[in-house]
Structures are given as C-alpha cells and as structure tokens.
T-cell receptor
Framework: DGGITQSPKYLFRKEGQNVTLSCEQNLNHDAMYWYRQDPGQGLRLIYY???????QKGDIAEGYSVSREKKESFPLTVTSAQKNPTAFYLCATATDRETEAFFGQGTRLTVV | KQEVTQIPAALSVPEGENLVLNCSFTDSAIYNLQWFRQDPGKGLTSLLL?????REQTSGRLNASLDKSSGRSTLYIAASQPGDSATYLCAVHQAGTALIFGKGTTLSVSS
C-alpha cells in the first residue's frame, strides 16, 4: 500500500514532556514538510526538507525539532519549549518543491 | 511576504448549483498553485495542480483557473452534490519555502 503514513492518529502529552510524531512515505519523494493546523488559522509551516540530512525552519519552528536521516522518514519532535502544542499536525511530501504535494492523514496532539 | 486569501470563508448552496471559490495571492512569483479538499478531522486531498505557465486544469466536475499576473485563482464546481461538502484550500508554491496556504472556504451543499 503506497502513500504517506502518519502515526499515531491521536497523541496525548503531559506538560513538560517531549513527544515525537512519525511521518513515513514510500513514494520516493525527496521533499517532506510538516504543517500545524489550528481552527481559524489555516496551515502553518513548521519545518521542511528538500533532501536527506538537510532541513529548513518554517514560520513557526520554535519549540519543534526534526531529523531527516532517511529519505522515507521525517519525524517531528514537539519539545517542552512549545507552550501551546495542542493542534492537528500534517505531514506532506512532493517529488520536489515544484510538483504536486500529497498529505498524510494527520496526528491530533492534545496536552493533558 | 506571500499572503494567500480565500473568499468566502463559508458558503452554503442547494444541491445542483454551480459555484465558484476564490483564491488570491500577493506575490506572482510562484511555481504553481494547488487546490485541496479537507474533510473534518482528515488530511488534505489534492484536487488540482496548476503550473505557473498554465491557465487552467480540469478534473471531472472541477475546473481551476490561474491568472498569475493578477494573483488570482478560481475553483469552479459544477452541479454541486452533498458529497462535495468539505473545506477547500488553495496553496501556492514559491522559491525559498514550501506551500503557503489560505485559510480555506468551508462549503456546505444541502440536498
């Protein structure tokens, strides 16, 4: 089954904890992206990567970290420095930045 | 800085109507523009991609146009159905960053 897999679908975090959201793809796409979606805010870019071992900050990178050790994987860590992490997180991929982008089904993170 | 605006924010129509969703952007230096559909609690589904050199793209009952010089795109939905009810998002792709999104138009089609 091809595509983009985000896991888990739902995630609960206690105050002060770091949590990692997984994004895996088997589309052989070079570019991968992380977005955050809040009600009424639209999608905001957290981090993106055009190639393995390289990534760039987006508009709201503070309190988040990523790695790109493999082409297939682009995990996002939400650190304790992110003061308002409750949101819907979406991962996307594309062959490159000029081609069609595809999205995973998202992870809903809630702070408890 | 690129800004993408979608009007209206919400739209309700009876089944069978043809409708137009609007998207505008402030910087015309884009690679392409993409329209997405999002159902509640779900990820985004790609509907249409228009390259900067293209004027329009069609897929079934959907037609998207692009006027890069004026910074506008429209998504035309013909003969709307209740199953078309969703939020529609447009996004532009430009150098130095990833997709930049509008806030979306939430469409409700009543039977």
């Amino acid at each position: 089954d091809g595509g983009i897999t985000q896991s888990p679908k739902y995630l609960f975090r206690k105050e002060g904890q770091n949590v990692t959201l997984s994004c895996e793809q088997n589309l052989n796409h070079d570019a991968m992206y992380w977005y955050r979606q809040d009600p009424g805010q639209g999608l905001r870019l957290i981090y993106y990567s055009q190639i393995v071992n390289d990534f760039q900050k987006g508009d709201i990178a503070e309190g988040y970290s990523v790695s790109r050790e493999k082409k297939e994987s682009f995990p996002l860590t939400v650190t304790s420095a992110q003061k308002n992490p409750t949101a819907f997180y979406l991962c996307a991929t594309a062959t490159d930045r000029e081609t069609e982008a595809f999205f995973g089904q998202g992870t809903r993170l809630t702070v408890v | 800085k690129q800004e993408v605006t979608q009007i209206p924010a919400a739209l309700s129509v009876p089944e069978g109507e043809n409708l137009v969703l609007n998207c505008s952007f402030t910087d015309s230096a884009i690679y392409n523009l993409q329209w997405f559909r999002q159902d509640p609690g779900k990820g985004l589904t790609s509907l249409l991609l228009i390259q900067s050199s293209q004027r329009e793209q069609t897929s079934g009952r959907l037609n998207a146009s692009l006027d890069k010089s004026s910074g506008r795109s429209t998504l035309y939905i013909a003969a709307s159905q209740p199953g078309d009810s969703a939020t529609y998002l447009c996004a532009v792709h430009q150098a130095g960053t990833a997709l930049i999104f509008g806030k979306g138009t939430t469409l409700s089609v009543s039977s």
